[in-house]
């Protein structure tokens, strides 16, 4: 099972990116559900989840900036960006759900200068 999340890169504040995870394994289909982001030395934080019926989370920090979306055919997860703050700074990882287990994708990381 591999989630690949891509995406990440330099930005300046007031920015966009869109992050993509799809799953790229050949065994194990992970449905990618959700984004969560981590700095150095702190825990892995809850960013934005999307739930199969298509109801969306966000984490208050994000709330108005980013959008989560899942295009089902490619079995990929997004999370528009905008409006991006040297606060969301960070690796990002996508989380994804194997039947009732949950495994993480490699993260990608995003950098935002003020």
């Known amino acids: 099972v591999q989630l690949q999340a891509s995406g990440g890169g330099l930005a300046q504040a007031g920015d966009s990116l869109r992050l993509s995870c799809s799953n790229s394994?050949?065994?194990?289909?992970?449905?990618?559900v959700g984004w969560y982001h981590q700095t150095p030395g702190t825990q892995r934080d809850f960013v934005a989840a999307?739930?199969?019926?298509?109801?969306?989370t966000y984490a208050e920090s994000v709330k108005g900036r980013f959008a989560i979306s899942r295009d089902k055919a490619q079995n990929t997860l997004y999370l528009q960006m905008n409006n991006l703050e040297p606060e969301d700074t960070a690796v990002y990882y996508c989380?994804?759900?194997?039947?009732?287990?949950?495994?993480w994708g490699q993260g990608t990381l995003v950098t935002v200068s003020s």
């Open positions: 989380k994804g759900k194997l039947g009732n287990t949950f495994v």
């Open positions: 394994g050949s065994r194990g289909r992970a449905n990618p």
């Open positions: 999307l739930s199969p019926s298509g109801a969306s």
